[in-house]
């Protein structure tokens, strides 16, 4: 094994570690507490594995974030019950930012015009006063724009503009917010 491959199997290896004491940390002191409860403990343990987050943002106990040091929260957002966050890389939710029961939030997929399927990551941004409805999948890359509305179980595969509604698999523009 060369030098370069040493170095990429030991940091797979710490990565590896580090995802299952996170789990570990998630599943024993997180998970039991009911609902909305000691989110300041949440808040605590989430930052202290990386997580950026404001002290008023709120995640639900049952949410499962990937890994933590690459999720950004500003005041006021809220990754809602039973939200799937695989965070391969970056998620931000800024300020106010809903996101609702069983959303599937995913910044990785796979390379399908090259041999192997290489992993491929983007990240997700969903801006200022935005509002993803329950059961909505959004894939990565994606922007959803301020203010607006991303209808339940959507599908969003592209950017979506500010101050619009959109929804259906793939989403598609319904009308303007305001």
Same mark, same amino acid.
């Given at each position: 094994?060369?030098?370069?491959?040493?170095?990429?199997?030991?940091?797979?290896?710490?990565?590896?570690?580090?995802?299952?004491?996170?789990?570990?940390?998630?599943?024993?002191?997180?998970?039991?507490?009911?609902?909305?409860?000691?989110?300041?403990?949440?808040?605590?343990?989430?930052?202290?594995?990386?997580?950026? *987050?404001?002290?008023? !943002? $709120?995640?639900?106990?049952?949410?499962?974030?990937?890994?933590?040091?690459?999720? &950004?929260?500003? =005041? #006021?957002?809220?990754?809602?019950?039973?939200?799937?966050?695989?965070?391969?890389?970056?998620?931000? *939710?800024?300020?106010? !930012? $809903?996101?609702?029961?069983?959303?599937?939030?995913?910044?990785?997929?796979?390379? &399908?015009?090259? =041999? #192997?399927?290489?992993?491929?990551?983007?990240?997700?941004?969903?801006?200022?006063?935005?509002?993803?409805?329950?059961?909505?999948?959004?894939?990565?890359?994606?922007?959803?724009?301020?203010?607006?509305?991303?209808?339940?179980?959507?599908?969003?595969?592209?950017?979506?503009?500010?101050?619009?509604?959109?929804?259906?698999?793939?989403?598609?523009?319904?009308?303007?917010?305001?």
């Amino acid at each position: 094994m060369g030098d370069v491959e040493l170095l990429k199997h030991r940091l797979g290896f710490k990565n590896q570690l580090f995802r299952l004491l996170w789990t570990i940390v998630w599943s024993v002191l997180i998970r039991p507490i009911p609902r909305t409860y000691a989110n300041g403990w949440k808040i605590f343990i989430l930052r202290l594995f990386g997580a950026k *987050l404001s002290g008023s !943002a $709120l995640v639900y106990s049952s949410a499962k974030v990937y890994d933590p040091g690459k999720l &950004i929260m500003e =005041d #006021g957002s809220c990754l809602g019950p039973n939200v799937d966050c695989y965070n391969v890389d970056i998620i931000h *939710l800024k300020k106010n !930012a $809903l996101i609702s029961q069983k959303t599937y939030l995913c910044t990785a997929s796979h390379d &399908i015009k090259g =041999d #192997g399927f290489k992993l491929i990551t983007a990240p997700i941004i969903i801006e200022e006063n935005a509002w993803i409805a329950a059961d909505v999948f959004v894939g990565m890359g994606v922007t959803i724009g301020e203010n607006s509305v991303v209808g339940a179980r959507s599908s969003v595969f592209k950017d979506v503009p500010p101050n619009v509604i959109v929804g259906g698999n793939p989403a598609k523009f319904i009308r303007n917010r305001f």
